[in-house]
């Protein structure tokens, strides 16, 4: 992990450099491939959890910028959830999930859809550009206080009830999609 450039841009710390995945570890069937010419990650081959594992994180801002390929693919951004082992589900099942899916699948339901916390609460609008642009996302996340913003327009607001702290992980949900991230990083807050 190293700091930005541009004077720290406040103090974020990098979690993904664009060339390598050292400090981050794949389970599940699926896979990410560094792009090292977009420097981004892109998801392929199935349900998986790529997860940082230098450390786990209180409370937080954390800043990526992600891409759909097609308008029917799905990712997501799990925060707060333990060593997961051997298990991608264990993200879904002791986390939170931001979800990228405009379509909301299986069901279209709101708490399934681009910035939702997953199964918990649903985004007050979807703000997401085309399919084929970058979106820039921010999670702010200061106790049980969750808050999403896509685009710079807040999406979420929500109070959980989960672990006050784990680690950051991207999902791999299936060997259809193919969602890409880049210029991730974090800012421990300090309350």
Do not use: C
């Amino acid at each position: 992990m190293k700091k930005e450039d541009n004077n720290n841009k406040n103090n974020f710390t990098i979690l993904f450099d664009g060339k390598s995945l050292d400090g981050w570890k794949m389970i599940g069937e699926g896979n990410f491939i560094v792009m090292e010419s977009e420097k981004a990650l892109l998801s392929q081959g199935g349900m998986g959890l790529l997860w940082h594992t230098i450390k786990k994180y209180n409370d937080f801002i954390l800043k990526l910028e992600w891409r759909v390929l097609h308008k029917d693919d799905n990712s997501g951004i799990f925060v707060r959830f333990p060593d997961p082992g051997n298990d991608p589900r264990v993200a879904v099942n002791t986390g939170y999930e931001i979800q990228i899916d405009d379509l909301g699948k299986p069901d279209g339901d709101g708490i399934h859809k681009t910035g939702a916390i997953y199964n918990f609460a649903a985004p007050t609008k979807i703000v997401s550009k085309p399919v084929g642009q970058w979106n820039d996302l921010e999670i702010k996340v200061i106790k049980q206080n969750y808050t999403v913003m896509i685009n710079h327009q807040k999406v979420i607001e929500f109070i959980g009830n989960r672990s006050l702290k784990g680690y950051i992980g991207l999902q791999n949900h299936d060997a259809k999609s193919k969602v890409s991230f880049r210029n991730i990083r974090i800012k421990e807050m300090i309350i």
